[in-house]
């Protein structure tokens, strides 16, 4: 539909000509093939401003955490969060390099798998790299993990995303002593030790976040995702990750969406997938 | 079954006895006529897949040399790894090496394509133009080494429209308003798409102490502090680039829309692993010029 034509689509008429036209012979495009993980919602959104998909793209990164800092001790395991860091920052900049090799401008709706092991982190991102169809000069390869609605608002709303920021800590929780724990024991109480391991796990993640987000002159972090808590392997250990997508505003001033209100009149409804056949 | 053109006789008694049936829900089903397109069976492909990781084909071992790249046949990934201590012992691994395990990569397409074959001939049989809603999976057969792969779908006749070209029917896994809006986008779908890629990883010492922390103050390597398992993330990303160049080697110029990625991970010795990564999709393919959307008026819900 054209922005200058009210008028709805007839899907019907759209479809007889589709299939009349694969009968046809439907002459393949040239150039190189697509890949893209978005849904049709999602590359549809992002045709709505100009862009379109152009490779599904990929960035791992594995490293190595030494035997032993697990064990009891006290304050920051350093080695942990520098291991979180290191494979965070090397899979990212893998995930922008392939972007860049394949032509796209950024990479949008990064799914973001990060495996904290005894041994290992694994840091795991799959995104679809994406440019505008009008071939705009790029500009620096973004990275964000924001879905393709999220990426659309954001653009329409006058701000860029610059990266994706990453922070992590992990703290030995101090042992109570032997007096203290016996004592506790039978008390309903706050164990200060525990507290205190949190809000030192969470500032320090969290200013690494920051950090990093200022290193890509960012103003803010936006869609903040936080994981905490003892590491199932080291209950002993408190670990803190966050992560977003670092953003900048690009427009003279922020723009404001002014959504409509609207008041469903449906009831609710139950949705049903084809998988459901399955028992599922 | 060994190809097409075998469908069980009571199979194509049912396909034809007039009733149809299809595996779509209500409001896709209801979009669906919407469209023209009418529900003709829901049709099914079905292959049992003996899997033997080191049967025919295979090189049963690693590669006999490091300099090799012939462990997974022509032009199959490789790359290996020398060991940076020297000689340590007989049992050192003094090299490792990623290779392309393509008998799997094969065997798994083989029964992928075999039961979409066997979908496509139920379609044919029933004379669709489409099937929609294509679901697949594969699972193992009870406690045997056997892989089951299973796909459905709703066989489609458009209503009004010349039959495909060869008269074999377009599919996708896509139903409903999704594929309403596919085609409203000026996308046709040509065919489901699915591809995968195994890689073996043989580890040489520096991953296998790295894996297992060894590295560093209390084991071997002379590193300090934490560094990158270099062989393991390039296993790691040479599957999902394989999986994704062998998806499209089946695109031509078209697109892969709605992609989806599983990946699995198998520890099968110390450091060493079996990366697979599967990526499944409906190729599509732009029967109308760039025409985009006007701009989306965004609500919020009193509700």
Known sequence: MSPDSPLPIDVRAEMRSAAAWLADGGAAPNGRAVTSDLTIDEALLLHSIGWEPVELVFGVSVTSVPVGVWTWGRGEIGAASDAHNLAVHTAAERLGRECAKAGGHGVVGVQVSVEVNPHHVDVHLVGTAVRPVEGKKPGQTFVSDLSARDFVLLSNAGWSPLGLSFGASFIYAPRRDAATAIRQSSQNIELTNLTEALYSARESAMERMQASGLAMSAQGVVGVRITEGPMRFARHVIGFTAWGTAVRLVADNHVYLKPDMVLPLDDAVVQFEAQSLRGR | ?303
Not at chain 2, 29 to 40: E, I, K, S, W, Y
Not at chain 2, 251 to 277: F, K, N
């Open chain 2, 1 to 303: 079954m060994t190809g097409p053109g075998d469908l069980p006789e009571a199979a194509t008694r049912r396909l034809e006895s007039g009733s149809f049936s299809s595996g779509l829900t209500v409001p896709d089903f209801g979009a669906c006529l919407q469209m023209g397109l009418r529900p003709v069976g829901l049709v099914q492909g079905f292959c049992a897949m003996q899997w033997s990781w080191y049967g025919a084909g295979s090189p049963y071992m690693r590669g006999t040399s490091p300099y090799g790249t012939s462990d997974g046949g022509q032009g199959a990934y490789s790359q290996s790894w020398r060991c940076p201590h020297g000689l340590v012992s007989a049992e050192h691994r003094a090299w490792g090496q990623n290779y392309e395990q393509t008998w799997v990569e094969s065997a798994w397409l083989q029964g992928f394509g075999s039961a979409y074959g066997r979908l496509i001939e139920e379609a044919k049989e029933v004379g669709a133009h489409g099937i929609i809603g294509v679901t697949d999976t594969s699972h193992n057969l009870a406690d045997m080494n056997v892989t089951e792969f299973h796909m459905l779908g709703t066989a489609v006749v458009v209503e009004d429209a010349p039959a495909p070209p060869g008269g074999d029917p377009w599919s996708t896994y896509l139903a409903g308003q999704r594929l309403a809006k596919l085609i409203e986008a000026g996308f046709m779908p040509i065919s489901v798409i699915a591809g995968i890629a195994s890689v073996r990883v043989w580890a040489y010492c520096m991953t296998e102490y790295l894996m297992e922390g060894r590295v560093g103050t209390y084991g071997w390597g002379g590193a300090t502090s934490t560094q990158e398992i270099e062989q393991v993330s390039e296993g790691h990303l040479a599957a999902r680039a394989l999986a994704r160049e062998h998806v499209r080697r089946q695109l031509g110029s078209d697109m892969l829309h709605g992609v989806s990625i599983t990946t699995a991970e198998r520890e099968v010795g110390s450091g060493d692993q079996v990366l697979e990564c599967t990526l499944r999709g409906t190729r599509v393919r732009r029967f109308k010029g760039f025409d985009p959307m006007p701009t989306p008026r965004p609500t919020v819900r009193l509700s």
